[in-house]
């Protein structure tokens, strides 16, 4: 409400700062950060030990060679993440909602739900991957997939789907119940009460948890490569078993970094509007 | 002899072994407004959602235009539409914009076509001054205006009857007096309400009666005038002597 009021002072002008003030907190930090790395760096690099590790881990025409290889492979684990991923988020909802229905009828599925969670949350997903990837293809069972890729693949999905369907499920718990109130009140029914007023909610909820999970999917795709996937980490690992230098890890290692930068950042964003949401809420 | 619109015979509600309604009695006549007061945890939002069918209850009857809501007469999807119930803490869907909020149950619910259900949303809008916000999201408005978007939805389907359960209370002093004024137009206008409330002044203005319940029986049940000038039952007057001390009357 705009008060009108002559005697006031006037408002204080706008902050301006000029352009020196405002980049001096940038230079400054700018600065300091780079007088600790150079001190790192220098530390590190006067060490006897330096050129060893240098030959072994940075050897830049190993590195150079490799990266073709590399990079193909991690291309498939990029292709496999968002596929897993894909399908991850809707298998686990599906066993929170079954999870979540009430009344006598649905508690063979209610059954499954909690028997498949708790099954596959505590066994170890290379303990997994390795059972399917390898035992199933070895049983030649017809009219099923023989590929070592696809049983991985299915590995992961399981794997993670019990752990994030435990994640909506906290989610749709901490819908008030006013909610559940307001949609009996309507008529909804209940999968509408969860199709239109829970899911929505829950999902606004635990985003940064599934985001989390995306971001930890993303490095665990390499688990595929103890069962001959050829992803970017069994790559690098043949080419160290030929060159005897751990270079080519090197290079897989700074394409993971890489490719999980955005994610982080979108989380970390993410996160920070879910926040201001929060507040606006109770004003 | 009209049968009243809505009636609560011999109501008895527990909760695990604590005895919340004991034997509920009251009619309620069309177009008529009840107030219901009484000191928190004396079961008034249990018979309020009792009535609405929002919990089951242990004995005694609920009739809408003398049929059994909880017979096989009344189909859930028609008590839902001749009921509306509008709640303390608004609960609206926060994903859903304003007008998804209003027309979700007549669209969803009760079929009806997206274009009539939006036209009528925005009717109701209108009127109680919310068109404005229509494609708003709710965490965007004021609690009064929340209350109000949650008065229009619950009228989204044209009810018989609204059940109020402290539509002020979880709002700013300086919000109140507009949601209030809503009621009492729906009043104007004929419509039957029961109404839980702790604004005194309110209950005095808008109510054709008023009952007061004490330990989940109506202790006391008369005009407004009566009730607040002149109770008869001692409990009553404990009651409303406390909200006088407390500057509330
Ligand atoms: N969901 C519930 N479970 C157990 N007890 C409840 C529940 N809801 C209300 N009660 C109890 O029932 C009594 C009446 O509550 P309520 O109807 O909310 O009172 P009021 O609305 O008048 O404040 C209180 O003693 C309260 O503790
Ligand atoms: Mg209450």
Redesign the interface.
Known sequence: MAVQDHDAPPPPAPLKPSTSERLRPVLISAISTGVVVAAVVLLVRSSEQWPAVQRQFFNWQVMKDSFPKVRSGFWLNMRIWVIAEIVILAVSLAFAVMRSLTGPIFAPLRFFSVLFIDIFRGVPGLLLVLLLGFGLPALQLPGFPKSALFWGTVALVISYSAYTAEVYRAGMTSVHDGQRAAAKALGLNQFQTLRYAVIPQAIRNVMPALLNGAVSLQKDVALLSVIGIRDAVREAQIIKDRTFNYSSFMVAAILFLIASIPLARFTDWYSARDAERRLQQTR | MTVPRLQVKSLTKYYGQTLVLHSIDLDIAEHEVVCLIGASGSGKSTML?CA?R?VEYDHGQILLDGVDIASEEMP??E???RV??V?Q?Y??????TVLDNVT??PR???KTDRAVAESRARELLELLEMDEFADAYP??L?GGQQQRVAIV??MATNPDVLLLDEVTAALDPELIGGVLKVISDLKASGMTMMIVTHEMGFAKEVADRVCFLDEGRIVEEAPPAELFSDPKEPRTQQFLQRIIEAGRL
């Open positions: 959602r609405g929002l859930e999807a008590l839902r539409r509306g119930i709640f803490s609960n609206l869907f926060p994903t859903m979700l149950a969803k619910v009760h965490d965007r004021s939805r619950a």
